[in-house]
C-alpha cells in the first residue's frame, strides 16, 4: 500500500510560480501529477519514471512546468512557472507500478495505482 501526500497548491497571481510537492509513504515505480478543474475531466499534466531518467509533460504545460523526484525523500516535484488563470485546478500526485516508459502509458490515468487526495491551486487574472 502506498500513501501520497500533495502539499504546496495555493493562490497565485497570473505570471507567477508554485512548487508542488507530493510525499509518497511507501517504495514507487513512476509517479505523475494530473489535474482537474471544476466541470472537466481529470487531465495529465507530467510524470516521471523512478530512475528520473524519463519526464513526460502534457502539451498544455510544456515549457511552463517541469516533473522532478528524490528517491531518497521518496518525493515528486512539479514545478510550475507562467501560471496562467487556465492552469486553476486540484492537482493530484498518483504513482504505477504498471506503466511503461512512454507518454502514451504514462499519461493515462487508468495504470496509476494510487491517488493522493489533491491540492488545490487557483490562479487568479
Known amino acids: 500500500q502506498v500513501q501520497l501526500v500533495e502539499s504546496g497548491g495555493g493562490l497565485v497571481q497570473a505570471g507567477g510560480s508554485l512548487r508542488l510537492s507530493c510525499a509518497a509513504s511507501g517504495r514507487t515505480f513512476s509517479l505523475g501529477w494530473f489535474r482537474q478543474a471544476p466541470g472537466k475531466e481529470r487531465e495529465f499534466v507530467a510524470a516521471?519514471?523512478?530512475?528520473?531518467?524519463?519526464?513526460y509533460v502534457a502539451d498544455s504545460v510544456k515549457g511552463r512546468c517541469t516533473i522532478s523526484r528524490d528517491n531518497a525523500q521518496n518525493t515528486v516535484y512539479l514545478q510550475m512557472n507562467s501560471l496562467k488563470p487556465e492552469d486553476t485546478a486540484v492537482y493530484y500526485c498518483?504513482?504505477?507500478?504498471?506503466?511503461?516508459?512512454?507518454?502514451?502509458?504514462?499519461?493515462?490515468?487508468?495504470?496509476?495505482?494510487?491517488w493522493g487526495q489533491g491540492t488545490q491551486v487557483t490562479v487568479s487574472s
Open positions: 498518483a504513482a504505477s507500478f504498471r506503466g511503461s516508459g512512454s507518454y502514451y502509458s504514462l499519461s493515462a490515468s487508468n495504470v496509476y495505482d494510487y
Open positions: 516521471i519514471i523512478w530512475s528520473g531518467t524519463s519526464t
